[in-house]
């Protein structure tokens, strides 16, 4: 390889670790986090979202609250902005299914001028459980596999199948009779 | 001397491609995730890829939006179904405007070529003065479907996830699903490689070989059987959205898990039956009584105004 | 034939003459063939060989060598399957039914009818396994079968009335085969063995009589509802279906309606055919043809109940895709083939035959012609059109899947199927009488231990 072409490649690597490095770095210049804390009634359930930098409330940028699902995040009622005591306050709704109970519960603070982003999880049982089956899949019905037919369709269809060949064996058994009934003729 | 020094630069030489390499490769990333919505017809732009067995391979941009393909599930899993799963989709009326991208998005997925396609987008219109609009067909997956219950051997089957799925190795083709579904979801394989698209992945390590493991992954179409939309539930191992779903760029489908309450277009995320009770969602020809697991919302305050195709698409076969 | 008091008022001699005339007659069929016979037996080989290449074609390059496609997924062949299983019913309405009645004169006709269900029954199965996409995978039915399925239904029932009726034919024709064992003995040894094994040491003893008497009158009243099962079964194949056309609680009815009428005029041109080739004219007699000519009209009429039925009601709504598809049959795209077949398949014969004169053989066996004609296009029009008409139009498809016209493989392979269906009643009547002399003597009054010694009867 040529002198040139190394000192080619050597530039064009250096520029792409810098690039990566800057993207990545580039995130936060102030740190804050949001921590979560939960609070429920017999009636009502409330997200509190604390949002602090530096160990200082942060009042004013819009906070989101997710539920984690299968594909995506599930948004939990509207943004809410955070008090001046850095606190800001989410409904959350009493009837999300869950299989377990067990919901993923994130907030999250959206590419901030001032912070970038944060985000925090939180697992909690507030999912209603669910029965997770299908309703019928386990009955007996026409749609089904063929172990679960319907018992009517398998009782009438054994005894119609049944009765039938049953004759049709023993009338074909006469055949044989018909020709035992000849060699006996014969003397 | 001499031997020690090209050793050397020959090790050089493999370390700086291989970080050129690496680099490319989260570039190439970086490109597809912004390009992520729309679909890409072959670019033609080349990359360079290491693959497992440190081969360097050159395989097209849009290829690496292929899913990885999983491993083997047994035929008993398969007809069981992913546990704790309840798939169903919402389709916006709304904002479907005759794109197509949810045809050609699922026919890359599974190596189909028009005019073979497991979702239709017809132009509908209720009655006779009122306004058409565009309607995105996949298969129901019926909670009561006429056609499980016709097969003669058990090759088409309701799982407990809600997907009805073709065991394309039982089939024996008589076509009875085909005159039993109302909705005309199922294509038949009229031919060998009946609408076999061409096989875009360069590579043959790709999901070709491997994607015939089981009966989810819906590319083992066999001559004289019937094949139909299967809502990409070996992707859904992965949690990876349907192609459909992804590729709309209008976000008209929506997917997920009736047991979280959940569905998605990628972008927006709403609780199911919020979703459906807000929009007045409703499934097509209800009075028939099987049940979809598709939700229709119907066209009102439409994004787009009704446009007539200016194509003619499947024009030969 | 001669009527019972009339035979007895013969002299021995005369009686001895009277019944080895009967069967001079009836066995020289088995004993010679005339030119025309060989080339219709040549022709019908050509036809079936053609078929077959036309199938091999179908296995080699798939279903697409039909005109079937996604939309029109049931063609030619299961509207042939259809007037198939509606032929083979026939055996048990003149073999059973009319048995089961005190009508005498139908008794030379059973065979003929029971042949006719025996070979349409085998060809309904045959035509069958070539619509399947994987035949290969056939024995997936008795492995994996679904008794939920109206195919698995059909094809217990099919093959349980296969079985029923081979033992109606073959039970009643012991004596015929006792015959052919003892009178034919100029025949190759290979045909005399195969008459040997069959007539089961037949000697026509009061045992044996007694015993085939008894199976016959059990296989009457089974064959009934057996009869009626598959075509019944096979109704429901299209029944099931959520498809407006289809999507009627009158099929069931109205297809077995059909089967009596196309099976009825089916026999009726087979009569003419073996009365005119095998000069049977003194036991398929001006008589015969008048009944079934009554019998037709009044199955006719039957059918013309049933079809007001399944048209004019659904045509009095018109709802929605069904209101399309009855538009397109009574005045759009099917209105020619649709009224082609309703007039001269139904209407037309139904008047015509009130009338004695069409009552005799020619004329009747012509209306009959055009009777079985109409019913082969009418099980066409229940079948293909139905399916282009779903509920969503169709849209963004080639041109040629949006309509239906059978491709050269599938008119050859349903030729064939026919062509197969005459060779095996043509083969039948020369290796066995086509009448059953023994009902025929019966009907005659004649004792049945007048026949115990055929050779004594003979000399």
């Known amino acids: 390889m040529t002198y040139k072409l190394k000192y080619r490649i050597s530039l064009l690597i250096t520029a792409l670790l810098l690039f990566l490095s800057i993207t990545l770095l580039a995130q936060d210049s102030t740190q804050a986090t949001i921590a979560l804390s939960f609070s429920q009634t017999d009636t009502t359930k409330t997200v509190h979202a604390m949002l602090t930098s530096n160990g200082k409330p942060v009042a004013g940028p819009e906070i989101h609250l997710y539920v984690q699902s299968l594909y995506s995040l599930l948004p939990i009622g509207k943004v809410v902005a955070t008090d001046t005591t850095g606190l800001a306050t989410f409904d959350f709704p009493i009837d999300l299914p869950s299989q377990n109970g067990m919901l993923t519960i994130i907030a999250k603070l959206q590419k901030d001028e001032k912070y970038g982003s944060v985000e925090t999880h939180a697992a909690m049982k507030w999912g209603v459980t669910t029965k997770t089956e299908l309703t019928h899949w386990s009955d007996r019905s026409l749609s089904a596999s063929r172990e679960k037919a319907p018992m009517f369709l398998v009782v009438a269809s054994i005894l119609i199948i049944g009765i039938i060949w049953f004759t049709i064996i023993y009338v074909a058994l006469q055949l044989l009779r018909i020709k035992k009934a000849g060699k006996m003729a014969k003397a | 001397m001499e031997k020690e020094k090209t050793d050397g630069s020959a090790r050089r030489k493999f370390l700086k491609f291989g970080l050129l390499a690496g680099g490319a490769t989260l570039a190439g990333l970086g490109i597809q995730q912004q390009l992520h919505a729309d679909t890409i017809p072959p670019s033609g732009k080349k990359i360079k890829l290491m693959t497992a067995d440190g081969k360097l391979v050159e395989v097209d941009t849009n290829h690496m939006h292929h899913h990885v393909a999983e491993n083997a599930i047994s035929n008993l899993q398969a007809r069981q179904g992913i546990e704790g799963k309840k798939f169903v989709m919402v389709i916006d009326l709304a904002r479907c405007a005759n794109a197509r991208n949810c045809v050609e998005g699922c026919q890359k997925m599974h190596h189909k070529k028009s005019p073979v396609e497991w979702i239709k987008v017809n132009k509908m219109q209720d009655a006779r003065d009122s306004a058409p609009y565009w309607m995105a067909q996949p298969c129901f997956h019926c909670d009561n479907p006429p056609c499980t219950k016709v097969c003669p051997v058990d090759a088409t089957f309701k799982r407990n996830d809600g997907v009805v799925l073709i065991d394309n190795e039982r089939c024996i083709g008589c076509r009875f699903c085909m005159a039993a579904c109302p909705y005309n979801a199922r294509v038949f394989n009229w031919g060998a490689n009946w609408g076999k698209g061409e096989d875009s992945t360069a590579s043959p390590n790709a999901c070709v070989t491997t994607c015939n493991d089981s009966i989810e992954t819906s590319l083992q179409d066999k001559m004289g059987t019937v094949s139909k939309c299967d809502f990409c539930v070996d992707m859904a191992r992965q949690s990876k959205l349907p192609d459909c779903v992804t590729s709309c760029p209008n976000g008209t489908l929506f997917f997920g898990d009736a047991n979280e309450d959940v569905v998605t277009n990628g972008e927006d995320t709403f609780r199911l039956s919020e979703l459906i009770r807000d929009r007045a969602g409703y499934r097509y020809l209800e009075e028939l009584g099987t049940e979809p697991r598709v939700y229709y919302l119907p066209a009102v305050e439409r994004q787009f105004p009704f446009e007539e195709d200016k194509e003619i698409h499947n024009p030969k076969e | ?324 598809l009855l538009n397109d049959l009574f005045t759009g ?98 290796f066995f009488p086509i009448i059953s002399i023994w009902e025929t003597l019966e009907n005659e009054g004649i004792e049945l231990e007048e026949l115990d010694n055929p050779t004594k009867a003979a000399s």
């Open chain 3, 1 to 324: 034939m001669i009527h019972q008091a009339e035979y007895h008022s013969l002299t021995e001699e005369e009686q001895r003459q009277h019944r080895r005339e009967i069967r001079d007659v009836v066995l020289r069929p088995l004993r010679h063939t005339g030119l025309l016979g060989k080339l219709w037996i040549a022709g019908l080989i050509i036809v079936i060989l053609i078929g077959c290449y036309a199938y091999y074609l179908q296995l080699r390059y798939g279903l697409k060598v039909t005109a079937m496609r996604d939309y029109a997924s049931w063609g030619l062949y299961i509207s042939n399957f259809v007037f198939f299983v509606a032929i083979s019913l026939v055996g048990a309405l003149i073999s059973s039914v009319l048995r089961l009645t005190n009508f005498d004169w139908y008794r030379p006709i059973t065979r003929i009818a029971e042949i006719i269900a025996v070979s349409a029954i085998i060809f309904a199965g045959l035509i069958i396994i070539i619509d399947m996409g994987r035949p290969d995978r056939v024995l997936n039915l008795f492995t994996h079968g679904r008794i939920q399925s109206p195919i698995v239904w059909d094809v217990i029932v099919v093959s349980t009335y296969l079985v029923t009726s081979v033992l109606f034919l073959y039970m009643p024709l012991l004596p015929g085969i006792a015959l052919c064992r003892d009178q034919l003995t100029e025949k190759p040894k290979w045909q005399r063995w195969i008459y040997k094994v069959l007539a089961l040491g037949w000697k026509g003893n009061h045992g044996q009589w007694k015993i085939m008497k008894r199976s016959i009158a059990i296989i009457c009243i089974l064959i009934i509802p057996l009869a009626i099962s598959i075509h019944t079964v096979t109704a429901w194949l299209f029944a099931t279906t959520l498809r407006p056309g289809w999507d009627s609680t009158n099929f069931g009815p109205y297809f077995v309606a059909g089967a009596f009428q196309a099976g009825t005029a089916c026999v009726i041109i087979a009569m003419y055919a073996f009365r005119k080739a095998y000069g049977l004219q003194k036991y398929l007699t001006e008589v015969h043809f008048n009944q079934m000519g009554k019998l037709l009209v009044f199955l006719c009429l039957i059918y013309a109940y049933f079809n007001l039925n399944e048209y004019l009601v659904p045509a009095y709504k018109m709802r929605g895709a069904e209101g399309k």
């Open chain 3, 333 to 430: 795209h099917y209105a020619p083939l649709y009224w082609s077949v309703q007039v001269f398949g139904m209407a037309l014969p139904a008047l015509l035959l009130l009338w004695k004169k069409a009552r005799r053989p020619l004329p009747l066996a012509i209306i009959a012609l055009f009777v079985v004609v109409a019913a082969w296009f009418k099980r066409f029009l229940i079948v293909t059109p139905i399916m282009l008409h779903p509920y969503t139009t169709i849209q963004n498809v080639p041109p040629n899947w949006a309509v239906y016209f059978p491709s050269w493989v599938e008119l050859a392979i349903v030729a064939a199927s026919l062509a197969g269906v005459l060779l095996i009643i043509t083969v039948f009547s020369k």
